[in-house]
């Protein structure tokens, strides 16, 4: 599922990231970019010739909407409904140059859901990426972390960035496959 690509202006400076580098860059106000992916909390964009990533709650830079916030479970939630959400989250996390989710594409290794005695949950999560050189791969783990940490009944997050097995194509989920034509 591709997006229409987008043209606006960023109506204020806003901070991104460079695509695959990971670089931080500032997009001045009044810049003309091109939206090429707006999947789940993240924008990338094309910006003076180059692909950067915008995060979410800079949206309005934009001029799209911020997306809404994580969905909540009860306080006596059981590791299961914790397992599901925690997925749901990730399957809201894009590669910023491949249209699909982390989970889709084959990324997540591990996901462990450990009770606490306090009723709340520490989650680990192994992390891959489709290149090991890609700069990318901590702002993923980034946002990875701070999805997965905004859920009420998280106490701790652990992922960590793993590449044993590398990555392949044969990782990628059937519906990844048909979006990508494969």
Known sequence: MRLQQEKTT???????????SGEPVEVPAGTAVTITQALG??????AGGQLVRIDGRDADA???EVPPPPPTLDADATPEQVRELVWATLKTCY????????????LIYACDIEPQDDGRFNVA???TLTAPGCGM?????DEVANKVLALP????????????????RYRLSEAARLALGM
Do not use: N
């Open 137 to 141: 791969g901590e702002v993923l783990a």
């Open 41 to 46: 909390s993240s924008f990338s964009v094309v």
């Open 153 to 168: 009944p998280v106490a701790q997050v652990d992922v960590r960035l793993v590449f044993d097995p590398p990555w392949d």
């Open 125 to 127: 999560i192994d992390l």
């Open 95 to 106: 590669d910023p140059e491949i249209p699909i989710d982390i989970v889709e594409l084959g």
């Open 10 to 20: 960023t109506t204020r400076a806003v901070q991104a990231r460079r695509v695959p």
């Open 62 to 64: 934009i001029g799209r």
